[in-house]
């Protein structure tokens, strides 16, 4: 059974970093996409970032130079390093993966590519 445990949310002022971890167990997907989502109240699941297995990273607009996405593929574990958080980050941040190949932002911000997904951590910016 494959699981995705996430782990390193928090609180934190505006300005401040976070590191969120994701590890999956079950099967390896050191060849597979593995990205983070998030989700504000009110609002709908949206891409943050990913890596695929081939080592390309997509990221959403509004974390360009602030997040940086990076995996162990030893430990098969995905990390989203958070800089210079603002309080419109503050979400459920949910780690992802996926058995398809990605290509292009497109597919891979499209939620409904991913098969598997953790049970969310929460991260909140104060202002």
């Known amino acids: 059974q494959v699981q995705l445990a996430e782990s390193g949310g928090g609180l934190v002022q505006a300005g401040g970093s976070l590191r969120l971890s994701c590890a999956a167990s079950?099967?390896?997907?050191?060849?597979?996409?593995m990205g983070w989502f998030r989700q504000a109240p009110g609002k709908e699941r949206e891409f943050v970032a990913v890596?695929?297995?081939?080592?390309?990273?997509y990221y959403a607009d509004s974390v360009k130079g602030r997040f940086t996405i990076s995996r162990d593929n030893a430990k098969n574990t995905v990390y989203l390093q958070m800089n210079s958080l603002k309080p419109e980050d503050t979400a459920v941040y949910y780690c992802a993966a996926s058995t398809r190949v990605f290509l292009s932002i497109t597919t891979a911000a499209n939620r409904e590519n991913y098969n598997f997904w953790g049970q969310g951590t929460q991260v909140t910016v104060s202002s």
């Open positions: 890596k695929t297995g081939g080592g390309s990273t």
């Open positions: 079950g099967r390896s997907f050191s060849a597979a996409p």
